[in-house]
């Protein structure tokens, strides 16, 4: 069993759909990140949250530590919203020197 | 530029050859750190520097697999002998002071395909 777990793997929706990504997670973190990455290769970090919740645009993450969730959310979805959604947590044995990865969840939102 | 450079972008490395992948972390962050990324997977922690000093290389698969960064901001991750399933995209990340607080920045990765 992997230390991060996403779901859904796939995820396709229409222009407009409010959007969730869960996280779930096995070991003690010291932070949770949120990551996005295009086509090509590139990633760019969305949140870093360690508790609570946190909102950027029309993206919202949140994080339940004593459940070990997380979800990330996307209201008014857009077709170039379309990416490779990673979760991805630092852990309290690791913390600064390396990140743990969920598998992704890939999305499409179409016209 | 002002973000973290990989290159090369793209690789096609014969089986058995060296290939070496260079990653220039935004000017100042101490942390840098390689992943590898298998096709539909996520990436796979190998090393991670703090300034010149490796900290951590737990991650590297095989001692084929060797990374420096000897004034602690260009780094190099070098593979000898390239195996098939070395194939993979390898991504270098910088933050300022290591991930606690910190925004990590991510290049754009070094495609490697060993054939």
């Known amino acids: 069993k992997n230390e991060v777990e996403q779901s859904p793997q796939n995820l396709t929706a229409q222009e407009g759909e409010f959007i969730t990504i869960n996280c779930s997670y096995s070991?003690?973190?010291?932070?949770l990140h949120w990551l996005q990455q295009h086509p090509g290769g590139g990633i760019v970090s969305l949140f870093m949250?360690?508790?609570g919740k946190k909102k950027h645009g029309r993206l919202i993450a949140t994080i339940n530590i004593q459940e070990k969730h997380s979800s990330l959310h996307i209201t008014a979805s857009h077709p170039r919203d379309s990416a490779v959604y990673i979760c991805?947590?630092?852990?309290?044995?690791?913390?600064?020197?390396?990140?743990?990865f969920g598998e992704g969840t890939q999305l499409t939102v179409n016209p | 530029g002002a973000g973290v450079s990989q290159s090369p972008r793209y690789k096609v490395a014969k089986r058995g050859q060296d290939v070496a992948l260079r990653c220039d972390p935004i000017?100042?962050?101490?942390?840098l750190f390689w992943y590898q990324q298998a096709l539909g997977q996520g990436p796979e922690f190998l090393t991670y520097?703090?300034?010149?000093?490796?900290?951590?290389k737990s991650g590297l698969p095989s001692d084929r697999f060797f990374a420096e960064r000897p004034e602690g901001s260009v780094s190099t991750l070098k593979i000898q002998r390239t195996q098939q399933e070395d194939s993979a995209v390898y991504l270098c990340?910088?933050?300022?002071?290591?991930?606690?607080?910190?925004?990590?920045?991510f290049g754009e990765g070094s495609w490697l395909t060993v054939v």
């Open positions: 000017s100042g962050h101490v942390s």
């Open positions: 520097f703090q300034n010149e000093a490796q900290l951590d």
């Open positions: 991805a947590v630092s852990t309290e044995e690791t913390s600064g020197s390396r990140l743990t």
């Open positions: 949250l360690s508790s």
């Open positions: 070991v003690g973190i010291s932070a």
């Open positions: 990340a910088s933050s300022l002071t290591g991930w606690r607080g910190n925004t990590i920045y």
